[in-house]
T-cell receptor, first 111, second 114 residues
Framework: KNEVEQSPQNLTAQEGEFITINCSYSVGISALHWLQQHPGGGIVSLFMLSSGKKKHGRLIATINIQEKHSSLHITASHPRDSAVYICAVPYSGGGADGLTFGKGTHLIIQP | KAGVTQTPRYLIKTRGQQVTLSCSPISGHRSVSWYQQTPGQGLQFLFEYFSETQRNKGNFPGRFSGRQFSNSRSEMNVSTLELGDSALYLC?????????????FGPGTRLTVL
């Protein structure tokens, strides 16, 4: 089973700050997922990436396959970015199905 | 296109009972995965179905089971409920098997066991 470590667990920042959340995993993978969960439970998939970097609006995700590490960045953070951000990788590594998750980063952006 | 739907949204049961949760994937999606989320353990993988076949299973006891129908709808069943089964149960669908595909999550079923 793939193991996922995510840091920090909690992060409070001021509006406008640059945010970085880190994720490391133990077994080689075909793709890594970044998810966002708002209070109430709904989970939204932000990124799925297997190499390099992806950008969507103010969100940027990078991955280093050799180092088994990924980062999620938020530029010009805003209070509406407050949520739990979760990193996920294939449960058994490789191309197997089902995901295993980090514990999540609880992000609060203060105005 | 309608998203992933889960029924019921909330459920209260007592210890020893059994429960069945339902998940309807996005139209055209054939893969359905189930997850359990608790404050202590976070999100954990239960099982994944594709074309009515279970392809992968997480580390849960045999009291947790599931199935998928020919229309891709899926159900999960928990027998002999325990207090620790209280959790948010999420399902997610994607078009095909294989992890290089975006998963779309349903709103979840919140199960409380008394």
């Amino acid at each position: 089973k793939n193991e996922v470590e995510q840091s920090p667990q909690n992060l409070t920042a001021q509006e406008g700050e640059f945010i970085t959340i880190n994720c490391s995993y133990s077994v080689g993978i075909s793709a890594l997922h970044w998810l966002q969960q708002h209070p109430g439970g709904g989970i939204v998939s932000l990124f799925m990436l297997s190499s390099g970097k992806k950008k969507h609006g103010r969100l940027i995700a990078t991955i280093n396959i050799q180092e088994k590490h990924s980062s999620l960045h938020i530029t010009a953070s805003h209070p509406r970015d407050s949520a739990v951000y979760i990193c996920a990788v294939p449960y058994s590594g490789g191309g197997a199905d089902g995901l295993t998750f980090g514990k999540g980063t609880h992000l609060i952006i203060q105005p | 296109k309608a998203g992933v739907t889960q029924t019921p949204r909330y459920l209260i049961k007592t210890r020893g009972q059994q429960v069945t949760l339902s998940c309807s994937p996005i139209s055209g999606h054939r893969s359905v995965s189930w997850y359990q989320q608790t404050p202590g353990q976070g999100l954990q993988f239960l099982f994944e179905y594709f074309s009515e076949t279970q392809r992968n299973k997480g580390n849960f006891p045999g009291r947790f089971s599931g199935r998928q129908f020919s229309n891709s709808r899926s159900e999960m069943n928990v027998s002999t409920l325990e207090l620790g089964d209280s959790a948010l149960y999420l399902c997610a669908s994607k078009r095909l098997a294989g992890s290089t595909d975006t998963q779309y999550f349903g709103p979840g079923t919140r199960l409380t066991v008394l």
